[in-house]
């Protein structure tokens, strides 16, 4: 008798939710009329999970309809991109773009960039170069020239990542002697070089600040235009002679052919969301700046990293 | 003195107790959900969270983590399948403990042993954390390598009935562990232009298809049907007199490996388990009775990877390195609440520190006194026919797989590692080793490359701790080759010794 009971309950209750969800998916007049879903191509937890919540928490409010943030990590992103890729391009399926946008297609992965409807840029995360607080080099410059005459290791986050890269590029811009060493995740490259194993790291400011604040890390170079709020007294690359700008920047995109009307609206939602005081209290913090681009100016951006990361990545 | 009272008054009050309450339950059902990891019920109550005290907040997270660290136990010695690959070494003596009629017995272990564990850890936490922290700073990719190969041994030990076999299976761990992007280079091996290799076997899917699956397969398959039963019954629940005795030194000796490896960052509870059981294994007198039932090898594994909580919340609040990835996404939570972990932590703000340790402490408690009691009720739901059982086993399996991902992809290679489970345990070839070389076979291989990056082949030998690791790893290997041959020989002489 019990479980007729409970079974009864439970048809009755997914038929009552069918009916909510086709109720819904009647009412098809302006965008947005029903949920749209935010593909993360991250596990919960890491930096592009927290943005992605906060911007979709944000719009959220600006479009009237739930945002459902969604986690698809796998092999580079690309699991998540591909799944964004093919669903349809009414706008309700939009996602996280990273920097791995420009990168993937450089190192054998199956991606076109043209695939996509590219919505907003929103953040960066500037790449700094840190070294042990016992380690004998203040400046930039002095950690080059070191490296000149012999080999310096430098860890990052991993193997064909903004961090890698900008180590590489440093190596081969300088003529430097520089090994750069794949770690598993950006926490353990900065336990790396705050243990003395590697003689500097490549990391984002978020994973070094804390190092930073408590005097275990000097941090040498912010590969940025600006100097980081997080590190007062930081100079630039650029303001230390080396003219190199590396972040971990990201925005929203979505699949190839949303309707003009449709992209407009999200893009005008995305713009104002990234500019909202609740938005940048939840990036700050990580050592996040926002960084706002069109769409256009965003895909053109994107391009242009993807040449130089042809590049780096050869 | 006023930082010891004012941390405690912080969590008696209501809220504080309120938002424990709700980490319990969230905790305990997600560890109890195969598949289901601590980290995404963090990352996701921290969504939540975010709005919170930091007290109330810190509350809810550091809860969820010690009340899942109890309920991945569960899964593990009732349908051998564990919950997160820090229980892995619990289904090695668990469930043949189920499996004999004394699952009550196992269980009631398992959380008494994982509360001492975590408290040991705490106290460690509170009273040592910054000479700890900097102790764990000194592992670097050549002593991360040299643990992994110690870890590695337990190929040889866990291989009780071949050592030949269980070999076999550490091999084809390793062998599909390479599946995937190059931990150096980046670039694609053995992924046959599939997409979803590219990240390379999640380890979960694998470690369920394996345990849990397989054995559901491998009872479906069975023509007389279900001949064992999942759990015939949960027998006697506490342990006797001798009992107690018997597991204070295993408990003793696997409980100090715990507390050792949760400080070293990057490995957590998953090789704490399995160094623990060997070493305890080791010391034992009943070396035999080890993967077979003991109530000694429980003790070792669960007390072991406990242990590793306190380690991990060592190295996030004393060096704000997380030290797995629980603690990484309660980082993340702690900086928006403007807590900056690190060694200042433990100076500008020695209240917190207490408030942590008494949250962690208070959870544990709570929790165990939870799984003792609501344990009988666990009995009735194990009651319910063997087929309504499987079903559900199926279910969670299907269904918590499907969440770490939301890709189908990871379902199937779940379901194929079933299939080859079951292929497996008809030839013979213990599971155990397969996620052995999984989960270590990557770090090693990591670590190793990264040591020659860094120093050159002197790394390896040159360093004391890593060099003594390696010295270990050696002696055991030598040690557990040699002690079948000793052991024949001796019956070989026993044998011979009457007609002389």
Known sequence: ?314 | MNALLDGILAVLEPTVMLCMGAGVIIGMLVGMFPGITATMAVALASGFTMTLDPVQGLAVLLTIYVAANFGDRIPSILINTPGTPASIATTFDGYPMAKNGRAGLALIVSALVSAIGIIASMVLFAFASVPLAQLALKFGPSEMFAVVILAMTIMISISSKSIAKGLLAGVIGLTIATIGRDPITGDARFTFGIRDLNGGLDFIAVIIGLFGIAELFDQLLTHRQFKIKPISALGRWWPTKSEYKQIVKPTGIAGLVGLVVGIIPGAGGDIAGLLGWDRAKAASKNKAEYGKGSIEGIAASDVASSATLGGSLTTTMALGIPGDSVMAVMIGSMIVWGIQPGPSLFVNQPSLVVTITAIMVLATLITLAINLVRMPMMVKLLDMPVHYIWATVLVFCLVGTYATTNNMFTVIVMLVFGVIGVILKRSGIPASPIVLGLILGPLAESNLRRSLLIDGPAGLVGKPISATLISLALIAIVVSLAAPIIARRRAKQAAAAPTN
């Open chain 1, 1 to 314: 008798m019990k479980t007729g009971t409970l079974f009864a309950k439970t048809i009755a209750i997914a038929a009552l939710a069918s009916v909510a969800f086709t109720a819904s998916a009647f009412a098809q007049d302006a965008f947005p009329s029903k949920d749209i879903t935010f593909v993360v191509q991250a596990a919960a937890g890491g930096a592009s999970d927290r943005t992605s919540r906060a911007i979709a928490s944000e719009m959220e409010k600006d479009l009237g309809v739930s945002i459902i943030v969604e986690n698809r990590p796998g092999a580079t992103g690309t699991v998540a991109f591909a799944h964004v890729a093919e669903q349809p391009a009414d706008g309700y399926t939009i996602g996280f773009g990273p920097v791995e946008f420009a990168i993937v297609e450089n190192i054998g992965y199956d991606f076109d960039r043209a695939d996509f409807t590219y919505l907003g840029q929103i953040m960066n995360s500037p790449v700094v170069l840190a070294v042990p607080a016992n380690s004998p080099y203040n400046t930039l410059s002095e950690f080059i020239e070191a490296a000149q005459t012999k080999e310096l290791s430098v860890s990052n986050s991993g193997a064909a990542s903004a961090f890698a890269a900008t180590a590489f590029t440093l190596a081969k811009t300088t003529g430097a002697k520089i090994t750069p060493v794949p770690f598993d995740g950006g926490a353990p490259a900065v336990a790396a070089a705050l243990g003395n194993h590697v003689d500097a790291v490549t990391a984002g400011a978020g994973e070094t600040a804390t190092a930073f604040a408590d005097g275990t890390l000097k941090v040498l170079a912010i590969f940025a235009d600006e100097e980081h709020p997080r590190f007062p007294g930081v100079k630039t690359a650029k303001e230390q002679g080396y003219d190199l700008q590396f972040g971990a920047w990201g925005g929203v995109y979505g699949p190839a052919g949303i309707p003009d009307d449709v992209k407009a609206t999200l893009e005008a939602s995305i713009k104002k969301a990234a500019a909202t005081q609740t938005f940048l209290d939840a990036i700050t913090p990580a050592g996040i700046l926002p960084a706002y681009r069109t769409g256009a100016e965003w895909e053109a951006f994107i391009a242009t990293e993807a040449a130089r990361y042809a590049e780096i990545l050869k």
